[in-house]
């Protein structure tokens, strides 16, 4: 009896820390589509430089959840609280992915994102609660919170749906040039995802298929733009798009 009283503690207490890891990525999901819906908005904002200024302060929030996830994982296998976490990671990766992307219209690199999850003792303060049996190590040491590969890989592919709205928008507003910017970078992600096929993880090929139509779109908008750019009205542009969009859908759903 004693012996399963111990088990049942144990099972307990790792239950309670998934159900906690479960909120906070729940946490960190909206606060990071919260950010997303910010950066859609530097398509019509005059002044851009104060959307990235308040967006960077947004993510800064968000890291500040994810410190919290390190701290619980301390001293455990991150590998069986995976499953609690990635879909706040995934949302995250996409979140700076963006941000990137507009600030210098490339790809943020892993490394980068997990350079940016090392939080010093300076960086957590008095955030410290975990307990743990080398507390006073951590106290002078660093918390730190790696994005696997696939969370990049998922995080990577939900960003292509986020620039299709992003060029569809800028056209609306007249911005002709982002489309075929947008156009090219889409590409050169889809020519990565082809790479990786049916080899990699299940969810990544169900992903490819998005990104497929996120890539189709943006060039049927860059293909009405380079032949009917110069008939069509700007403001008229994105109802031509949206037109277009919805076709491709239903030719999609027929197929």
């Known amino acids: 009896m004693l012996a399963f009283k111990s088990f049942q503690q144990e099972l307990d207490a790792r239950h309670d820390k998934y159900e906690r890891l ?11 589509k ?19 200024t308040e ?21 455990e296998d991150m590998h069986q609280f995976h499953r609690a976490i990635t879909t ?29 999850l090392v939080f010093t003792t300076e960086d957590n303060g008095t ?24 969370d990049y890989l998922l995080g990577v592919a939900d960003l292509t749906g986020e620039l299709m ?10 911005d002709i040039d982002t489309p075929f910017e947008v156009s090219q970078f889409l590409r050169q992600v889809y020519d990565g995802f082809s790479f990786i096929g049916n080899t990699g993880p299940y969810e ?35 109802d031509v798009f949206s037109v277009k969009t919805e076709m491709i859908d239903q030719e999609e759903g027929i197929s």
């Open 22 to 32: 479960v909120k906070l990525s729940r946490d960190i999901t909206v606060e990071s």
């Open 34 to 52: 919260r950010t997303i819906f910010l950066l859609h908005r530097i398509t019509s904002a005059p002044d851009m430089e104060e959307i990235l």
């Open 55 to 75: 967006s960077e302060i947004k993510l800064d929030g968000v890291r500040q959840k994810i410190l919290q996830v390190a701290q619980e994982l301390s001293g």
């Open 88 to 116: 706040g990671l995934q949302e995250y990766v996409e979140a700076v992915s963006f941000q990137h992307f507009i600030k210098t219209r490339s790809l943020i690199s892993m490394d980068e994102i997990n350079k940016q």
């Open 127 to 150: 955030e410290n609660k975990t307990p743990s049996s080398d507390a006073h190590d951590k106290e002078f040491g660093t918390w730190r919170l790696k994005i696997t590969p696939v």
């Open 165 to 174: 709205r992003m060029c569809i928008n800028s056209v609306g507003n007249g």
């Open 204 to 238: 990544v090929s169900k992903k490819l298929y998005t990104l497929k139509q996120s890539l189709a779109k943006v060039e049927n908008a860059c293909y009405a733009l380079k032949v009917r750019g110069s008939e069509i009205p700007k403001h008229m542009l994105a």
